[in-house]
DNA sequence: CAGATGACAGATTTCAATTTTTGTCATCTG
DNA sequence: CAGATGACAAAAATTGAAATCTGTCATCTG
């Protein structure tokens, strides 16, 4: 079988999610992933140089998916403050999702946030990046008022500011009654800081 | 000795902050509350029904230390968004106090803010509660914008838009570089929300 | 008799022995 | 000879027995 034959990257990061599901972060072994890929686990080896390594790689690909997801909202047509406002909304749907579907994966990015390892430091600094895009864009188009802070420590506070509804630490949160219009008038505020007169 | 002779739940408590102190929770025991007050372990249950009760009124003493001290901004005779300012700073401040001369008795505090404890939400409540009366004078003086919301919804999103600098959770970062920049800006981003254009 | 005591049962923690896992590498194989 | 293997040492997790702790209560004492 030449599609599955070759032990790639891509394989083994396939097979570690789906041990992950299974097991959890804390019981998942590298064996357990070899034996999922019917080879030894000397091989994953050749391929992720330590556990932590597997464990950051499958963890980026999850977080990916976000990113790129939210990227479709930065790169729409609609003004920025609806963009922004779509952002939060999307990334806040994102991360309730993740949570209910996937929560042994969810428990794996838990575990990298508590070794503020440099993969979730590099998902925050991606998802600031694409805030910043739009923050630009309104402050540009006048939209936004032109404060005395750039692009970027104006996109940094809106993050920090919306943290209880997108810091997995916040996440059992998240099902509380009432949560939405917490998250819709902490929105509010924050959209009318950024707005101009 | 008359003043150290009786038994009260005021002693109890200075002991138990000392043990703690030394011990952390962790180590802490009831045994050793009894012990540092000379007394048997039944004596200091005939006073705290269980040793989280113990915990949550050494904690709860603790944390309105805090809240006293913030309710004298709230009196205070500034305008409101002074005092709003000052609130965030003072208690920003009193926080990362908290965790720099007390590591252990704030360890104890995050043990409660994991097991939500009622204390910890009582806390949160009256925290909230002195932004609420700050922001309905700013907005019956017409310093802030009569949004839709209601001072208390507005306090709550004041609150949670700044967690990150008040949240236990994120007490690792409080020494971090750029900290006082990111919560500057924080600031200023809400207060523009609630200000009057 | 109000309040303190300490023996006690059950729950929890500790500690050391044992097992499992991680990560390396000399060897093997197609 | 590129890539896979599995034996191996060191590190980490698990286990179960012993020790400690929590919470109760019958008894004691000033």
Do not use: C
């Amino acid at each position: 079988m030449a599609t599955t034959d070759a032990l790639t990257p891509e394989r083994i990061l396939e097979a570690t999610e789906e041990v992950l599901r299974r097991h959890g972060p804390a019981k998942a072994t590298v064996v357990d992933v070899a034996r999922a890929l019917g080879v030894s686990h000397g091989s994953v080896y050749r391929h992720f140089r330590t556990k932590t390594a597997l464990r950051e790689a499958v963890t980026q690909r999850w977080l990916d998916r976000t990113s790129t997801s939210l990227s479709g909202v930065v790169a729409g047509s609609e003004p920025p403050e609806t963009r922004l406002r779509r952002w939060l909304a999307e990334l806040f749907a994102a991360k309730r999702r993740k949570v209910g579907d996937d929560p042994e994966l969810f428990a794996t990015y838990m575990v990298l946030v508590g070794e503020s390892s440099a993969v979730v430091n590099r998902h925050r600094a991606d998802l600031v990046g694409q805030l910043a895009r739009i923050i630009h864009e309104g402050l540009e188009r006048g939209d936004f008022a032109p404060a005395d802070a750039s692009p970027e420590a104006l996109a940094r506070a809106v993050f920090d500011a919306t943290g209880r509804f997108h810091d997995p630490a916040y996440a059992r949160e998240w099902g509380d009654p009432g949560i939405d219009a917490e998250f819709a008038a902490l929105v509010d505020l924050v959209l009318r800081g950024l707005r101009a007169p």
